[in-house]
Nanobody, 123 residues
């Protein structure tokens, strides 16, 4: 599966950004992770194909919204009320087959990764 992510940029605290990631085929799980250089990759959000179940990291709950298009091959991450601590490289990731809920937030559960898009939030 090939993934291509778009939408990163430089914004001010309180602004919004929308990330997109297009997959070459349909997968069950689509998610977003982020990483700051020198730190581990961190789960942000994930969504299943059917039913459309969503999962969020506590740090973004209420500010970020993950969604998928009707064809279920593009995943979006709407990021509102951005904070400087949201600054990171954001990666989309997918997994073809269904996994148990307790594994959804683990980076190792995802089979394919996009190239990353940089988000910088200035204070």
């Amino acid at each position: 599966v090939q993934l291509q992510a778009f939408g990163g940029g430089l914004v001010q605290a309180g602004d919004s950004l929308r990330l997109s990631c297009a997959a070459s085929e349909r997968t069950y799980h689509m998610g977003w992770f982020r990483q700051i250089p020198g730190k581990e990759r961190e789960f942000v959000a994930s969504i299943t194909s059917s039913p459309r179940l969503t999962y969020y990291a506590d740090s973004v709950k209420g500010r970020f919204t993950i969604s998928r298009d009707s064809a279920s091959i593009t995943v979006y991450l709407q990021m509102n009320s951005l904070k400087p601590e949201d600054t990171a490289i954001y990666y989309c990731a997918v997994r073809k087959n269904r996994i148990i809920t307790s594994m959804i937030k683990r980076a190792g559960s995802y089979d394919y990764w996009g190239q990353g898009t940089e988000v910088t939030v200035s204070s």
